[in-house]
Structure formats: C-alpha cells, structure tokens
C-alpha cells in the first residue's frame, strides 16, 4: 500500500492551499472503509492530527483547524483531500496522510507547508 501526498508550498499568512493524496494497492472493500487522515509535524513537536474521516464521510477536526481546513475524500479515485484556508504561521509543517482502522495503518511521505508572516 502507497499514500502519495502533494499539493504544500510556501505562502503568506491568510493564502490557500489544497493538499491531495492518492492511495494505491489497497484492494477496493478494504479502502472503501477505512478512516483516512491528514496529520501534520511542525519543527520540533510532535505529529498530530489536522482532520480525518470516516468512509461515510463524518468528519473530526482538531480545533485550531476548525473552521479553515476542510477534509473530503473522492472513493472512485482513491483520493483525500484537505482545503486550507486563512493559513496561519503556525500551520507550518511537514503534513502526511494516513489510511487505516485499528487492525492496519499505512502513512505516505510528508508534503511540506510553510507559512509566512
């Protein structure tokens, strides 16, 4: 199993930017209903997590994210979104998708995002 992450760049505090992510080799009944995720690691802290949902699409935010970032999913392409609004400086960081339930987990390499003031 393959995550593909892209989309980061570098732009001003207020800018957008939309992160994509791809998944492949993942047969279709076990993607279909897995949670996929969308986590982020600023310089020197831990990862953590932005937004996830669910197959059926109910969503979870952290809070500072609420409100700005908006997380989507496309099944027929295998593919996540997350929509990032009103960036902040503090948004900045390496920004990694992930698919799993509780019996798997699979991470993609990270998409950089860095925020200016």
């Known amino acids: 199993v393959q995550l593909q992450a892209s989309g980061g760049g570098s732009v001003q505090a207020g800018g957008s930017l939309k992160l994509s992510c791809v998944t492949s080799?993942?047969?279709?009944?076990?993607?279909?209903?897995?949670?996929m995720g969308w986590y982020r690691q600023a310089p020197g802290k831990q990862r953590e997590m932005v937004a996830d949902i669910t197959s059926d699409g109910d969503t979870t935010y952290q809070d500072a994210v609420k409100g700005r970032f908006t997380i989507s999913r496309d099944n027929a392409k295998r593919k996540m979104y997350l929509q990032m609004n009103r960036l902040d400086p503090e948004d900045t960081g390496v920004y990694y998708c992930n698919i799993g339930t509780g019996s798997y987990s699979y991470w993609g390499e990270g998409t950089l995002v860095t925020v200016s003031s």
């Open positions: 080799g993942m047969i279709w009944s076990t993607f279909r209903f897995s949670r």
